[in-house]
């Protein structure tokens, strides 16, 4: 599996927690599911974003590495 395809199934997995979490929101209205968003939730987004990335700088190398050891 590449580093790309990794890194799309990551972000789709991280959009499906952030709409589960939205949807638990309509039941879950209180200062712990606001503090729980704050601190585990939304950082998580960023560092998905900053791991997917990532990920695409490996495949770069991976693929550079492939070409220069033939």
Do not use: N
């Amino acid at each position: 599996m590449s580093m790309p395809h990794r890194a799309k199934q990551m972000q789709e997995s991280a959009k499906m927690l952030k709409l589960a979490w939205q949807q638990s929101g309509e039941r879950w209205r209180d200062a712990q599911h606001t503090h729980f968003g704050t601190k585990w939730v939304d950082p998580l987004e960023r560092a998905v974003r900053h791991a997917a990335s990532a990920l695409d700088e490996v495949q770069v190398l991976i693929t550079r590495a492939e070409r220069d050891c033939g």
